[in-house]
């Protein structure tokens, strides 16, 4: 996205409380406990690795901004309103007299261990990824060539069937292994194929060239797939899958403790008598220097005052700083709009475009100020976001801020992940 041209669109001013901005959070968790769903306890569902006696309650926002939204919540005797399955297991551990630790690794080592069994059970049936998947094809085609859907059909157990996909009106086929599993693609096929072979399984192949020298040709020398005959095209397949279940919409709570002072996010005008000696201590400063230069230089062609202002947030000056990710995503240099936000000046992230510089991209971080929060953030300009970084600095000019940047740290995303079910209406 390029820089407009000195007078930007008018941006969008939301009118509810901060929901999360991307993985960078969201408002402040609020004191309202949201309406259950028909009565007050909600819907009891089942949920993997709940400790026995705890119970899993699922219930919709009635209103507020997340109106419909599902949320779920576990509770026990002793415990309601937990909000993930790994503090319900540290709550019973420490009630029952065991180690929470020792629990919480037990549970993880069991998800790991049905991660695997499913893994290895997908990998039974051909359903390879990556690398794997290209070796096992390979493998067999080595040995017999290139698999097609005719000789398929003839191999001993196996049939093909269509359905005509009414959007585009092409023909779709899927084949079926003598148990009924079911295949959409040949090279899965191949990959089935091969694995076994790899693993040392060959009596498990069908005979390949027997069953080719069964395939028929239309007379015009093209091979007949009854996959894809006339006869075997349906309206839908034999077997549907059933209808998957929609993701639940997540939205992340920020709370101010989620933040914390960062010592290497710091605020650098440029183009200043003293943005040089600013400058020293951090990583490249010539780069940055010249780099502003240009910035300035292209703002002005493009119509923005010739005094339009330039700040540096600094990026980590290594990899091994604390948050490094948040730090450089926030980073970089900014340019100040030729209209106010909230009363107050504001600046959007910009840097050179390829490698000779010749021209601008903007990105979507901004900073301003929140006339909610009463703190000047970096990231989204809809108040319905909460920033990548914060300053709780209540001054007209950011540059006269007399606080430290704090970063977007909250705690493991596991153990806070149904924390969008709190109502933000009452966000402070």
């Known amino acids: 996205r390029r820089p407009p041209a000195a007078a930007p669109m008018a941006p969008k001013r939301g009118g509810e409380k901060p929901a999360a901005e991307g993985r960078s959070g969201a408002p402040k968790r609020g004191g309202k406990k949201p309406a259950a769903e028909g009565d007050a306890g909600g ?6 690795g709940l400790p026995e006696g705890w119970k899993a ?7 507020g901004s997340h109106k419909g939204k599902v949320y779920v919540r576990f509770s026990s005797d002793k415990h309601t309103g937990i909000c993930s399955v790994r503090k319900a297991i540290e709550l019973q551990a420490a009630d029952t007299g065991k180690d929470p630790a020792q629990a919480l690794a037990d549970y993880d080592a069991a998800k790991k261990a049905a991660a695997d069994a499913k893994k290895a059970q997908r990998e039974s049936r051909g359903l390879l ?3 794997k998947k290209v070796e096992a094809v390979e493998f067999f085609r080595a040995k017999f060539g290139k698999l097609d859907g005719a000789t398929v059909c003839k191999l001993p157990g196996w049939r093909g069937e269509s359905k005509l996909l009414e959007n585009c009106g ?17 090279n899965q096929i191949e990959a089935f194929f091969g694995f076994k072979m790899m693993n040392g399984e060959d009596d498990q192949v069908p005979d390949i060239e027997a069953a080719r020298a069964l395939v028929e040709d239309d007379g015009k020398g093209k091979k007949v797939n009854t996959a894809r005959a006339s006869e075997s095209v349906k309206e839908e397949f034999s077997y549907v ?8 919409d997540v939205v992340r709570v920020a709370r101010i403790e989620d ?3 960062s010592k290497d996010l710091q605020m650098i005008p440029l183009l200043r008598d003293d943005s040089e000696a600013a400058l020293a201590d951090t990583p490249d400063p010539e780069e940055v220097l010249a780099a502003a230069e240009d910035i300035h230089r292209q703002l002005v062609e493009r119509g923005f005052d ?3 202002e330039l700040l540096y947030m600094t990026p980590a000056r290594h990899c091994r700083v604390p948050n490094v990710r948040m730090i450089n995503a926030v980073g970089g240099i900014y340019f100040r709009q030729a209209e106010t936000f909230s009363g107050r000046p504001y600046y959007q992230h910009v840097r050179l475009l390829g490698p000779d510089g010749a021209g601008l991209a903007c990105s979507g971080n901004y900073i301003s100020w929140s006339p909610h929060f009463k703190h000047w953030k970096i990231g989204n300009l809809d108040e319905g976001k909460a920033g990548l970084a914060i300053c709780r600095s209540d001054v007209e000019a950011v540059t006269d801020a007399d606080q430290p940047w704090m970063l977007y740290e909250p705690p493991p995303e596991e153990d806070r992940s149904d924390e969008e079910t709190e109502d933000a209406d009452d966000a402070d």
Do not use: F, M, W
Not at 177 to 182: A, L
């Open 43 to 48: 819907k009891e569902i089942h949920q993997e």
């Open 57 to 63: 309650i699922e219930k919709v926002y009635q209103t």
């Open 129 to 131: 990824e990556g690398r």
């Open 170 to 186: 092409q023909i779709c086929a899927r084949y079926y292994s003598p148990t009924d599993e079911k295949y959409s693609l040949i």
């Open 241 to 248: 899958n059933a209808p998957k279940k929609r993701k639940q």
């Open 259 to 261: 933040y914390r002072a």
């Open 306 to 308: 010739v005094d339009t």
